[in-house]
C-alpha cells in the first residue's frame, strides 16, 4: 500500500514563493515516478511537473516553467516542489502522484498514476 501526504500549502502574497512537500510511505521510493498535479476552483486537473524515479530527468507545464522546480530525495521518501513568483492563478490544490516505474521516464498524464495524495491548498493573493 502506497500512501502519500502532501504539506507546505497555504497563502501567499502573489510575487511570493512557497514549497509543498510530498512524503511517500512506500517499499522502495525509488522505484516510483513521481508527478504534482493541480486543480483550481471550477477547472478540470492540470499536469503542473513530473519527475523520474532518479530525479535525473524532469517535465513541467509551460504554465510553470522557469518558476517552478520539482525534485525529490530518494533516501527521505519525499518529493518537492519549489514553486517561486506565484501568481494568482496558481491558486488550487496541489497533489501529487506515484506511478511504479520500469525505467528511468517521467509522465505527463494523470490517468497513469495509480497512487494520489489527498492534496494541499496554496492559494496567492493579489
Known amino acids: 500500500q502506497v500512501q502519500l501526504v502532501e504539506s507546505g500549502g497555504g497563502l501567499v502574497q502573489a510575487g511570493g514563493s512557497l514549497r509543498v512537500s510530498c512524503a511517500a510511505s512506500?517499499?522502495?521510493?525509488?522505484?516510483?515516478?513521481m508527478g504534482w498535479f493541480r486543480r483550481a476552483p471550477e477547472k478540470e486537473q492540470e499536469f503542473v511537473a513530473a519527475?523520474?524515479?532518479?530525479?535525473?530527468?524532469?517535465s513541467y507545464a509551460d504554465a510553470v516553467k522557469g518558476r517552478f522546480t520539482i525534485s525529490r530525495d530518494n533516501a527521505g521518501n519525499t518529493m518537492y516542489l519549489q514553486m517561486n513568483v506565484l501568481r494568482p492563478e496558481d491558486t488550487a490544490v496541489y497533489y501529487c502522484?506515484?506511478?511504479?516505474?520500469?525505467?528511468?521516464?517521467?509522465?505527463?498524464?494523470?490517468?497513469?498514476?495509480?497512487?494520489w495524495g489527498q492534496g494541499t491548498q496554496v492559494t496567492v493573493s493579489s
Open positions: 502522484a506515484a506511478k511504479l516505474s520500469y525505467g528511468d521516464y517521467y509522465y505527463e498524464i494523470g490517468d497513469m498514476y495509480r497512487y
Open positions: 512506500v517499499g522502495i521510493f525509488s522505484s516510483y515516478a
Open positions: 519527475i523520474s524515479r532518479s530525479g535525473g530527468r524532469t
